[in-house]
């Protein structure tokens, strides 16, 4: 009932920058958080940033002060800007979200991924 579709992958030299995207659609009665996963070939899929509604933005270590997330509520998006890429943030980045529908079921839904590669 609901889709994230994520945009703005692709290649980029260390020290560069890529903006993500996560478009939430369908019957969307609220979103109550929001967040961005990446997976590593080999590992693990870890947490990038989150937050709930109303809550702080919750950044792993390795990518603070280089990530920044942002909402735009009235076209059910968020954002990811990555800053001073690293070799090491090579992944597949996925965006989450918890969200309650018009019927007022809530659902936590996964994007289909997008590659994000920092190479020279």
């Known amino acids: 009932q609901v889709q994230l579709v994520e945009s703005g992958g692709g290649l980029v030299q260390p020290g560069g920058s890529l903006r993500l995207s996560c478009a939430a659609s369908?019957?969307?009665?609220?979103?109550?958080?929001m967040g961005w996963y990446r997976q590593a070939p080999g590992k693990e899929r870890e947490l990038v940033a989150f937050q709930r509604s109303g809550g702080p933005i919750i950044y792993a270590n390795s990518v603070k002060a280089r990530f920044t997330v942002s909402r735009d509520n009235a076209k059910n998006t968020v954002y990811l800007q990555m800053n001073s890429l690293k070799p090491e943030d090579t992944a597949v980045y996925l965006c989450n979200a918890e969200v309650t529908v018009t019927s007022r079921s809530t659902f936590t839904s996964w994007g289909q991924g997008i590659q994000v590669t920092v190479s020279s």
């Open positions: 369908g019957s969307i009665f609220s979103i109550n958080a």
